[in-house]
């Protein structure tokens, strides 16, 4: 089968080779992959000399996709050939950790492994799965709409089960690619009155952004910004941001924006940025919250939001290429001129 292979963790060595078909074995099931989403750490992961903590290599890279099962595997229960499914990013968890115990298994402590970078990923015509980290979909949701399910499913943790978000709070979201939108989006959903900001240079996302429903956007640079979020919130200032940039500025911007008693969520964060801990946070009583990756439960509301209708995705999409030009799309993506991409690995 085709599948796009990081041969060693330097940068660049990337080959579409031609690999053999995985078997599903005890409690796994193999899926055609139908769609895959390009991220953003399959673009670090190719242009980056990563070291062996982060890869498994070689290792078919990729872990957004949807398909549809078509071998399944000793003691699978639930699950048969024909199901349209997506698959959580975890390969393996220990199961017997903390963590694992009380549902964290993105926090395993004993050798998680996860698609895309220690196990082969979505970069291929077929993916083999643990079974006990996939979900059906309904036959209303496409199989693009299932591949950007590992986004959402992120954004839908750090919204719904890691920040104190509340109907009717203030809330402001740094950064319109998409990680953003869906975060907005979900904010929105949980009744939240949400305004999303990006730069001049992200106007185009700021308008698409208002098309998938995200009414109120701010442009950062043509504005007095923390005047602006100062007369959306009554002088308060917001009650909960999320940092979706990994933007130094953006992040010092959060820290004047939010109200005392208020909490910022930091989904991306720059490297080496200083913090007055004591000014900015302390004399404020501000709390600082990460949200990393995703849980069960997040995937099953994320299905849930897309069934209801309650969150868009297709819009999203800007580049639909087939995985034998899987170079553009990454020069796409690396560019940064463009939204979701989404590869097609069978066509």
């Not at 104190?164 to 203030?170: E, F, L, R």
Request: proline share 3%; glycine share 8%; with cysteine.
């Amino acid at each position: 089968m085709k599948a796009l292979v990081k041969k060693t963790p330097y940068a660049k060595d990337t080959y579409l080779e031609d690999i053999p078909k995985p078997k599903a074995g005890h409690n796994q099931v193999v899926v055609k992959v139908e769609s895959a989403g390009l991220c953003g750490t399959d673009i670090k992961f190719y242009n980056t000399d990563m070291g062996k903590t982060k890869l498994e290599t070689p290792v078919v890279i990729g872990h957004e996709g949807c398909g549809k099962i078509v071998e399944v595997g000793e003691g699978v229960r639930g699950l048969i050939v024909g199901d349209r499914v997506v698959c959580e990013t975890s390969f393996y968890h220990c199961g017997r950790c903390l963590y694992c115990m009380t549902g964290y298994h993105n926090m395993c402590t004993n050798n998680r492994t996860s698609l895309g970078s220690k196990v082969d990923g979505f970069f291929a015509q077929y993916i083999l799965c643990n079974a006990d980290f996939v979900h059906k979909i309904p036959d209303n949701i496409t199989y693009d709409e299932g591949a950007m399910m590992e986004p959402l499913a992120c954004c839908v943790h750090a919204v719904l089960e890691r920040s104190s978000i509340k109907p009717m709070d203030n809330c402001v979201i740094f950064g319109p690619g998409p990680i953003g939108i869906l975060t907005a989006q979900v904010a929105k959903a949980a009744g939240a009155q949400v305004v999303l900001v990006g730069t001049k240079h992200s106007e185009k996302r700021l308008d698409l952004a208002k098309k998938m429903g995200i009414e109120r956007t701010l442009v950062f640079d043509e504005i007095n910004l923390m005047h602006q979020i100062q007369m959306f919130t009554s002088g308060l200032g917001a009650d909960v941001i999320f940092e979706c940039s990994g933007s130094e500025d953006a992040l010092k911007q959060s820290l004047k924006s939010i109200k005392k008693l208020g909490e910022i969520v930091l989904m991306a964060a720059p490297t080496g940025c200083h913090i007055n801990l004591w000014d900015d946070l302390v004399l404020r009583d501000v709390n600082i919250v990460s949200s990393l990756s995703s849980k069960t439960s997040s995937w099953r509301t994320a299905i849930a939001l897309v069934e209801s209708k309650k969150i868009s995705l297709m819009d999203l999409i800007s580049h639909r290429l087939t995985i034998d030009h899987w170079k553009t799309a990454f020069e796409l993506g690396s560019s940064k001129e463009c939204m979701k991409i989404m590869i097609y690995p069978n066509g």
